[in-house]
């Protein structure tokens, strides 16, 4: 059964403040999606990472892949409120096994 | 258009109601899906239609019906709920299938989903 772990599940973070999320996951995988959801709201995808190494990066997050320690984070740099949000990566199993999200919460 | 969407938004039902869910999107993608989502929980994935056959169903019990009846639209029929079937269900498309049926999927794009609540 595929495991899909994340941590931390919960991110008080400060303005202007740097952090990583991790994603752990048991399968051989060569693809890993990030996506945020905004409290009461879809998903919206942020990042389709489509092979070892890979590396994305849109503003002040930055998602990378490792394959083989089948592993992907997401930074997030010079951390501002508008980035409060859940945060999830997800494996693609012929639907998307999603781990149980990152709840960030950026204070001033 | 990379849209996404789903009505109603909103849906109230009783345990003896039929109800339908509705899904579509004019991208050309051959893959779409269902999943639930209850409070603070990620996305469960319940069903998936490649090229418009159900591919997968995670064992989702039968009160819950999915019918896909061309490329663009993909209903969710509901019967006899349980107040614990209550929850956000979120519709998504992707240019292809994913692992499962072969060939790789692109981004899943998400609908704004469909609150429901089973009184």
């Known amino acids: 059964e595929l495991k899909v772990e994340q941590n931390p599940l919960f991110l008080s973070m400060q303005e202007g403040k740097n952090y990583t999320i991790y994603c752990n996951y048991s399968?051989?995988?060569?693809?890993l999606y990030w996506y945020r959801q905004d409290p009461g709201k879809s998903l919206e995808s942020l990042f389709v990472?489509?092979?070892?190494?890979a590396v994305k990066q849109e503003g002040r997050l930055m998602a990378s892949l490792d394959t083989k320690a089948r592993l992907s984070t997401l930074h997030i740099t010079a951390a501002v409120h508008d980035l409060s949000a859940t945060y999830f990566c997800?494996?693609?199993?012929?639907?998307?096994?999603f781990g149980k999200g990152t709840k960030l919460t950026v204070n001033p | 258009d990379t849209e996404v969407t789903q009505t109603p938004k909103h849906l109230v039902m009783g345990m003896t109601n039929k109800k339908s869910l509705k899904c579509e999107q004019h991208?050309?993608?051959?893959?779409m899906y269902w999943y639930k989502q209850k409070a603070k929980k990620p996305p469960e994935l319940m069903f998936v239609?490649?090229?418009?056959?159900?591919?997968i169903n995670e064992s989702v019990p039968s009160r819950f019906s999915p019918e896909c009846p061309n490329s663009s639209l993909l209903n969710l029929h509901l019967h006899a709920l349980q107040p614990e079937d209550s929850a956000l269900y979120l519709c998504?498309?992707?240019?292809?299938?994913?692992?499962?049926?072969?060939?790789?999927?692109?981004?899943?794009?998400f609908g704004p989903g469909t609150r429901l609540t089973v009184l």
């Open positions: 399968t051989t995988s060569d693809r």
């Open positions: 991208m050309g993608h051959r893959a």
């Open positions: 997800a494996v693609d199993m012929g639907g998307l096994v």
């Open positions: 239609y490649s090229y418009e056959k159900l591919s």
């Open positions: 998504a498309s992707s240019p292809l299938p994913g692992l499962a049926g072969g060939l790789r999927t692109d981004t899943q794009y």
């Open positions: 990472l489509l092979s070892n190494g």
